[in-house]
């Protein structure tokens, strides 16, 4: 015993050794994949060793999950994540279990989304959208990143509400390729982060519906896209993102690397990138706090996808 304790702070103090890959469970271009690298560009700076992100999209998050479990426990690998990734073990796409080897080491940031639509689209708010689906069943292609992941909850909620039904198309890999499906004519409505949003939306490819709130506030990045609330509806889509080692990683590894994700979240410089770079909360939030916040949400979640079993 003597000896393992004596162990852990050489082990803290050779880390990193090499470059740390940072898996992102979506495409390129995503919001989460845009705050992993901008998040992963300052912890270059504070551990002075490469960040390199491997994008690892696909089975609500589960198949980046696997590949950190594969991953030594060694600190040299770590995840980004979001709810996406407790929905896929709520529904048994990602075994419990293996849910249960991964340790949140800290939160990062949070998330407002979009319900969008190409500019041809014959509806332009959530009021017409409701008309049309009414007047034109089974006409209205929603484009959705896995079978019951969190944009088909909130449109199921949302289809629920309104008392219409909308057909789902599978668009895995996140906003990029969701974006990619409206404009080619594919699917009539996305949910859309912040950043695949924006482009799009400024240069009038593609209508804002609703910002994906169940608040009275506007969306701090586009307050002139109604929120569901102002529009008569209650769905909602914010999204927080957590970072991931396993389980067994050794502590004084973990304590450094969240140490170091700590650091750059009160730094102002990276603060003002991640708002710019269209996360426009960068709120931050220890281990022992990530992990209340993963197990309420959980029960959520729960209550969620039980409701939403009964709406398809």
């Known amino acids: 015993m003597a000896v393992a304790v004596a162990a852990a702070p050489v082990a803290a103090a050779d880390f990193p050794n090499g470059p740390v890959q940072v898996i992102v469970p979506s495409a390129p271009g995503s919001g989460m994949d845009v705050l992993a690298r901008t998040i992963a560009t300052h912890l270059e700076k504070e551990l002075g060793t490469p960040f390199?992100?491997?994008?690892?999209?696909?089975?609500?998050?589960?198949?980046?999950?696997?590949?950190?479990?594969?991953?030594?426990?060694?600190?040299?690998?770590?995840?980004?994540?979001?709810?996406?990734?407790?929905?896929?073990?709520?529904?048994?796409?990602?075994?419990?279990?293996?849910?249960?080897?991964?340790?949140?080491?800290?939160?990062?940031?949070?998330?407002?989304?979009?319900?969008?639509?190409?500019?041809?689209?014959?509806?332009?708010?959530?009021?017409?959208?409701?008309?049309?689906?009414?007047?034109?069943?089974?006409?209205?292609?929603?484009?959705?990143?896995?079978?019951?992941?969190?944009?088909?909850?909130?449109?199921?909620?949302?289809?629920?509400?309104?008392?219409?039904?909308?057909?789902?198309?599978?668009?895995?890999?996140?906003?990029?390729?969701?974006?990619?499906?409206?404009?080619?004519?594919?699917?009539?409505?996305?949910?859309?982060?912040?950043g695949p949003f924006s482009g799009v939306f400024k240069s009038g490819d593609i209508k804002g519906l609703a910002t994906l709130s169940n608040t009275d506030a506007k969306s701090v990045s586009f307050p002139e896209v109604p929120t569901t609330k102002a529009q008569g509806y209650s769905a909602e889509f914010v999204l927080g993102f957590w970072w991931f080692v396993r389980a067994d990683t050794p502590q004084p590894i973990v304590d450094k690397l969240a140490k170091a994700i700590a650091d750059v979240m009160a730094d102002p410089a990276a603060q003002k990138e991640i708002v710019t770079r269209g996360i426009p909360n960068p709120s931050y939030a220890d281990a022992a706090t990530a992990r209340q916040q993963i197990d309420a949400q959980m029960v959520g979640i729960h209550k969620v996808v039980e409701e939403v079993a009964k709406l398809q």
């Open 52 to 194: 390199p992100i491997l994008n690892t999209p696909g089975a609500g998050q589960a198949t980046a999950a696997r590949a950190l479990l594969d991953a030594p426990a060694n600190g040299q690998t770590i995840m980004i994540a979001h709810p996406q990734l407790l929905v896929s073990a709520e529904t048994g796409i990602l075994p419990r279990e293996l849910l249960d080897k991964l340790a949140p080491i800290a939160q990062t940031g949070s998330q407002e989304n979009f319900l969008a639509a190409p500019a041809s689209a014959p509806f332009s708010n959530l009021k017409e959208l409701a008309d049309y689906a009414k007047a034109h069943p089974g006409e209205v292609n929603a484009g959705i990143d896995g079978i019951v992941g969190l944009d088909h909850i909130v449109l199921l909620q949302l289809a629920d509400e309104m008392g219409v039904k909308f057909n789902y198309v599978n668009v895995p890999g996140g906003g990029p390729p969701k974006v990619q499906s409206l404009l080619g004519g594919f699917t009539q409505l996305g949910v859309l982060g912040p």
